[in-house]
């Protein structure tokens, strides 16, 4: 079944909207990850977040492991922001193998 | 630092051809990566080294695909013959840490096979 669970699938925002992503994980996957996609395919390794709450500059990420989700925040945000957000997590432990949602496109508009 | 470094960027190979993508992680870095990224089956972790050593193959889809490192500057991964359902964008990332933890991803290399 589907182990990694991302919505919304697609967002558009207003340049200087905040937004919120959400990841939800099944009781196998652990040790969360984000990542985002820019519009030329780079992709770039956001947060580590097993549990807690991380923050850099804009973005901000949170972990709840016990309840089996995470949440990405977006914080005024710019057309730079744009591109495909994804989270993963490991499949059980010792498992390197990263099992990624499909992922929720933001577009942001200026 | 010049990032983790794909070549090619673009290949686009015949049915059947061998096709070997090759991959520069950032130096020092100890853990390598090879994904591949379809529209069907979205972000998959083909194969991971650690120190040169494969750790875990389990994603490589068949014998048609092989990944080494000869050493810590470089990989290839191979696919021969390659097929038209092999067409994909593969990355190749590196990581500092043991395990796919804070990995930074190459530009990728989008292949066609036709």
């Known amino acids: 079944g589907i182990q990694v669970e991302q919505s919304p699938p697609d967002l558009i925002l207003q340049e200087g909207a905040n937004s919120t992503l959400r990841c939800n994980f099944s009781d196998s996957v652990n040790n969360l990850q984000w990542f985002h996609q820019n519009p030329w395919g780079q992709l770039i390794n956001l947060f580590y977040i097993p549990s807690g709450t991380k923050q850099n500059g804009r973005l901000s990420a949170t972990t709840v492991a016990t309840e089996r989700y995470s949440l990405l925040y977006i914080s005024s945000s710019q057309t730079t922001d744009s591109g495909v957000y994804f989270c993963?997590?490991?499949?059980?432990?010792?498992?390197?193998?990263?099992?990624f949602g499909k992922g929720t496109k933001l577009s942001v508009i200026p | 630092d010049a990032g983790v470094i794909q070549s090619p960027r673009h290949e686009v190979t015949e049915m059947g051809q061998e096709v070997t993508l090759r991959c520069k992680p950032i130096?020092?870095?100890?853990?390598l990566f090879w994904y591949r990224q379809t529209m069907m089956r979205g972000l998959e972790l083909l194969i991971y080294f650690n120190n040169n050593v494969p750790i875990d193959d389990s994603g490589m889809p068949e014998d048609r695909f092989s990944a080494k490192m000869p050493n810590a500057s470089f990989s290839t991964l191979k696919i021969q013959p390659s097929e038209p359902r092999d067409s994909a964008v593969y990355f190749c990332?590196?990581?500092?840490?043991?395990?796919?933890?804070?990995?930074?991803f190459g530009p990728g290399t989008r292949l066609t096979v036709t």
């Open positions: 130096s020092g870095h100890n853990s």
């Open positions: 993963a997590g490991l499949m059980g432990a010792g498992s390197y193998q990263l099992t």
């Open positions: 990332a590196s990581s500092l840490t043991a395990g796919p933890y804070e990995q930074y």
